[in-house]
């Protein structure tokens, strides 16, 4: 069973970067999508960017030129590069997993949530003034 462990959260100020870095572990098929997922206070959850087994690559508008899913297939990681970061973009950052051929049909930040079988319990990211 795949499990998913999320680390690189923080506080930030605006303008600034971030890392996040999404750790797998356990047997998992060759064909996935891979995504991260954000919520904020108050709001529900949304997708933020996803990657897939081939390497194609998906950006939510809110973050497109700002942040870059990719993956370390070496170290079995997924990473999320935040740059120019906003106010807006605090809330609790998830990665998540899909598996199967219908993984690879609809990877994108928009995909139904319900499609992502394993989750990890998130990491944080806030702002100081």
């Known amino acids: 069973q795949v499990e998913l462990v999320e680390s690189g959260g923080g506080s930030v100020q605006a303008g600034g970067s971030l890392r996040l870095s999404c750790a797998a572990s356990g047997a998992s098929p060759s064909t996935y999508c891979m995504g991260w997922f954000r919520q904020a206070p108050g709001k529900e959850r949304e997708g933020v960017a996803t990657?897939?087994?081939?390497?194609?690559?998906s950006h939510a508008d809110p973050v497109k030129g700002r942040f870059t899913i990719s993956e370390d297939t070496s170290r079995n990681t997924l990473d999320l590069q935040m740059n120019n970061l906003r106010p807006e973009d605090a809330a609790i950052y998830y990665c998540?997993?899909?598996?199967?051929?219908?993984?690879?049909?609809?990877?994108?930040?928009?995909?139904?949530?319900?499609?992502?079988?394993?989750w990890g319990r998130g990491t944080q990211v806030t702002f100081s003034s």
């Open positions: 998540a997993a899909s598996f199967g051929f219908r993984a690879l049909t609809n990877c994108a930040p928009t995909a139904p949530q319900t499609d992502f079988g394993v």
């Open positions: 990657i897939d087994s081939l390497g194609r690559t």
